[in-house]
């Protein structure tokens, strides 16, 4: 028994070290981790445990059969971050270029499906460059599992893609069908046709950076959410991701520590937010005042700005956070910004997760581009998402809400359980100047003065239909509120809301617009 366990250590040192030391030398010189490296930075320490170490594929063929490392490419198993459990599997570059084959995919499929079993966390480390082209068919059919039971646990436990090197081909479709994407820039990229095929197919000659590199996902595709310099900084706002979420989507977020008083009062919010509707600011302030020790998580930083969305903690409790942005784009709602918004909305939902909605739109986008690139149907995903959303739901009007735009940010009528407005908030059809042209245009039109009967008529609609407690005196909004109180008022609202609960109706699944 000694000896055989003498010889099981030194096989499985075997493993660990991995192929030959010029292969991992050849991935540090590309500035990226190793497979096992990288698992030290996302896992605590020692809690990372290893399942089918000692895999071996069984494809003959284009010598395969003479190359049968251990591992086959990929590195998987559970361990713990901040003390909780997770499953994770990590593509090892080294071997077969992280290249996907039958032995390969199995291990992945095994452990998600551990991950859904167990109601824990997926994380994937991708590396990989893509199917095994020696072993044919039976690479695709494995791309196919895994994409199957990505769907399976869509909704059920969180799901998170780390790119980390190449992912091209019918790969690239695992991550986007996972709920959050990270992208270290330089050494990863994503693209379902490479440059070479580009090249050959357009002419077109363009890098894999530039093609599908992490800027371009992060800025332009939005399909990656998250971007980060190097592979440590990542990992670690993995971990920080994953101390905001529950394990599963049958529990609520952990609670997070704080020292920092729910009633406290906010006087800074006095002068931030100017009167006049026209004038800009930054909503990102308002959010790190209000929220938890000023800290904030956002997704899709450098996508769709005009738009804000984010995890932040109210008295501890995790919430998601919705804010239009008039630093970008007056925070007008465009086709990204509703992506971006009904995305996020859906993950609060599926994970139990509340959702404050700050408000200060003025419409949707208006333009030829716009309408025919489907701004209705991506508006539409927006308003679905809210409307289908069960979690409790707080909606603060900071400032203007316009037409269209405020019922889908999330307005009483169609679900929030509770609205407030700032005393600077205007919610109408349109803007007073607008509506004023409208209303009241052959009149200015016939008048000796039009321009000064034009600013008589904006004055009697502002005063009619658009002041601050117009919308209370109908019961649209649930109270006006000092600005001052924002975070009190929020803190108290998610309290109650707390064991919020209502039935799902008796349906397969919904139709939303794509």
Request: net charge negative; aromatic share 6%.
């Amino acid at each position: 028994m000694r000896d055989r366990v003498t010889e099981l250590e030194l096989l499985r040192d075997s493993v660990h070290e991995g192929p030959d030391r010029e292969a991992t030398a050849r991935q540090h010189a590309k500035g990226k981790l190793t497979v096992r490296e990288r698992l030290d930075v996302l896992l605590d320490d020692g809690s990372f445990v290893e399942v089918e170490a000692f895999r071996r594929h069984r494809a003959t063929g284009f010598g395969l059969e003479r190359r049968r490392p251990h591992t086959d490419g990929v590195v998987a198993g559970w361990g713990r971050v901040h003390g909780r459990d997770v499953m994770v599997y990590a593509h090892d570059f080294r071997i077969f270029g992280g290249a996907l084959g039958e032995a390969h995919a199995e291990k992945i499929h095994k452990t998600m499906d551990l991950a859904e079993a167990a109601g824990v966390p997926l994380i994937s480390l991708n590396d990989g460059a893509g199917a095994r082209i020696q072993e044919g068919v039976t690479a695709l059919a494995g791309y196919g599992g895994i994409f199957q039971r990505n769907v399976r646990s869509s909704g059920v436990i969180p799901q998170i893609s780390v790119m980390l090197g190449p992912c091209a081909g019918g790969a690239a479709y695992s991550p986007a069908l996972t709920d959050f994407v990270f992208m270290v820039q330089d050494t990863a990229q994503m693209f379902i046709t490479g440059p070479d095929v580009v090249r050959a197919v357009t002419g077109e000659d363009i890098s894999h950076n530039a093609l599908g590199g992490a800027q371009v996902h992060g800025a332009l595709s939005g399909v990656a959410g998250f971007v980060y310099p190097d592979e440590v900084s990542c990992l670690e706002d993995v971990r920080h991701l994953l101390s905001l979420l529950p394990a599963n989507n049958r529990e609520l977020p952990p609670r997070i520590a704080s020292a920092d008083p729910p009633d406290r009062v906010n006087d800074a919010l006095l002068d931030l937010v100017p009167a006049d509707p026209t004038q800009s600011y930054d909503m990102s302030r308002l959010i790190a005042e209000i929220v938890d020790d000023g800290e904030f998580f956002e997704f899709h930083a450098g996508w769709a700005p005009n738009l804000i969305c984010g995890l932040a903690a109210f008295d501890g409790r995790v919430t998601g956070v919705v804010a239009n942005q008039p630093a970008h784009l007056a925070g007008v709602l465009d086709i990204k910004a509703s992506e971006k918004g009904a995305r996020f909305i859906q993950m609060c939902d599926a994970f139990n997760i509340p959702l404050v909605s700050l408000v200060d739109v003025p419409g949707f986008l208006p333009g030829a581009d716009q309408e025919h690139g489907g701004i209705i149907r991506h508006g539409a995903k927006l308003l679905y998402a809210y409307c289908a959303a069960s979690v409790p739901r707080i909606q603060v009007i900071v400032r203007k809400a316009y037409g269209g735009a405020y019922i889908v940010m999330d307005s009483r009528s169609i679900g929030a359980d509770l609205s407030f407005a700032w005393p600077t908030n205007e919610i109408a059809v349109m803007g007073a100047e607008g509506a004023a042209n409208v209303v009241f245009r052959r009149e200015i039109a016939a008048a000796a003065d039009p321009a000064a009967q034009r600013a008589v008529r904006v004055e009697d609609y502002r005063r009619t239909l658009m002041h601050p407690y117009y919308a209370a005196e109908r019961g649209l909004v649930d109270d006006v509120i000092d600005p001052r109180t924002t975070r009190a008022t929020l803190v108290r609202s998610l309290r109650l809301l707390e064991a919020k609960h209502v039935p799902a109706p008796e349906r397969k699944h919904g139709n939303p617009p794509m």
